[in-house]
């Protein structure tokens, strides 16, 4: 699976982005996908995940209501909605496939990752 993120960008605080994460090949919905995020000097943190199907989410307690994770699976492609960004979301943004139904926020239960993309918040 290779995976490529797109949508990061330069936004001032209070405002919005919406990043996207296409997937190559016909197995997308066999794979739990989430996002994960690493600041300068920092370790990647995981941000959220969703199951193969979409019916289940689930966000690190910081992003709870202001971060959407969803998917389509016809169009083999996980978005991340941020509202609200703050400049403490400052990072690069990675999406990840999990082999698992539900997913993780375990990094080391993915097994691919994309590129990133960089996401800045100014104050």
């Known amino acids: 699976v290779q995976l490529v993120e797109s949508g990061g960008g330069l936004v001032q605080a209070g405002g919005s982005l919406r990043l996207s994460c296409a997937a190559s090949?016909?197995?997308?919905?066999?794979?739990?996908m989430g996002w994960f995020r690493q600041a300068p000097g920092k370790e990647r943190e995981f941000v959220a995940t969703?199951?193969?199907?979409?019916?289940?989410?689930y966000y690190a307690d910081s992003m709870k209501g202001r971060f959407t994770i969803s998917r389509d699976n016809a169009k083999n492609t996980v978005y991340l909605q941020m509202n609200s960004l703050k400049p403490e979301d400052t990072a690069v943004y990675y999406c990840?496939?999990?082999?698992?139904?539900?997913?993780?926020?375990?990094?080391?239960?993915?097994?691919?990752w994309g590129q990133g993309t960089q996401v800045t918040v100014s104050s």
């Open positions: 969703i199951s193969r199907s979409g019916a289940r989410t």
């Open positions: 090949g016909r197995t997308f919905r066999s794979w739990a």
């Open positions: 990840a496939a999990d082999g698992s139904i539900y997913g993780s926020s375990r990094l080391s239960e993915y097994d691919y």
